[in-house]
């Protein structure tokens, strides 16, 4: 069974710094990993999807790298804003179904 | 091009009552996934469905709970005699490809906020 984890829960940062997002996960058989921002009462936006063959994807100011046989992916979030502040989840897909982290909540101050 | 629809947004249902969630997957999506966020937990796989067919629904509690993918129109995940451990944010996703493809690539809607009272 595919477990995620994302640390740390909770990140407070002056605007301006840069983020830095961990997730692991114990199964290193995936198909790929994506990384969602979630917004209090809203939905999932996709932000970035890595193909299991892939090391990196980048974004604008994000950037996701993936080393799946350590079990690891990074989300780096350059030059935060205030506007980057919400709940950040890992997603790692075995076939068709995903398994989510229970999310980094971000708070970047203005 | 709309994303995947969700309704309603929010639903309050008496404990005993049956709650009826409705999700339109992405033009040209044939793929579709129910996923459910209970309060402070991470979000768990229920089911995964495709037109006409249940391909997997060994995240949905056996009993109470059904989906379904009709040939036409949305899918529908049912709750019956609603109880308050149901109350959760519900989140369906679709996807133009499926199982055993490595792109697949899913996106959610904004989720029904069903609250059990």
């Known amino acids: 069974k595919q477990e995620v984890t994302q640390i740390p829960a909770a990140l407070s940062v002056p605007e301006g710094e840069n983020l830095v997002l961990n997730c692991s996960f114990t199964?290193?058989?995936?198909?790929?990993l994506q990384w969602f921002r979630q917004d209090p009462g809203k939905g999932l936006t996709s932000l970035l999807l890595?193909?299991?063959?892939?090391r990196e994807q980048t974004s604008g100011r994000l950037n996701a790298s993936l080393d799946k046989s350590s079990g690891r992916s990074t989300l780096y979030i350059a030059a935060s804003q205030p506007g980057d502040s919400a709940t950040y989840l890992c997603?790692?897909?075995?076939?068709?179904?995903?398994?989510f982290g229970a999310g980094t909540t971000v708070t970047v101050r203005a | 091009n709309a994303g995947v629809m969700q309704n309603p947004r929010h639903l309050v249902r008496r404990r005993g009552q049956e709650a009826r969630l409705r999700c339109s997957p992405m033009?040209?999506?044939?793929?579709v996934y129910w996923y459910r966020q209970l309060p402070e937990e991470g979000l768990k796989f229920m089911v995964y469905?495709?037109?006409?067919?249940?391909?997997?629904e060994s995240g949905m509690p056996k009993e109470r709970f059904s989906a379904e993918f009709p040939k036409e129109g949305p899918s529908i995940l049912r709750i019956q005699q609603v109880v308050r451990g149901d109350s959760a944010a519900y989140f369906c996703?679709?996807?133009?490809?499926?199982?055993?493809?490595?792109?697949?690539?899913?996106?959610f809607g904004q989720g029904t906020r069903l609250t059990v009272v």
């Open positions: 199964d290193s058989a995936i198909y790929n």
């Open positions: 469905l495709q037109k006409e067919n249940i391909i997997d």
């Open positions: 890595i193909q299991s063959s892939q």
């Open positions: 033009k040209g999506h044939s793929h």
């Open positions: 997603a790692v897909r075995n076939d068709y179904k995903l398994s």
């Open positions: 996703a679709s996807s133009r490809t499926g199982q055993g493809y490595e792109g697949t690539e899913a996106f």
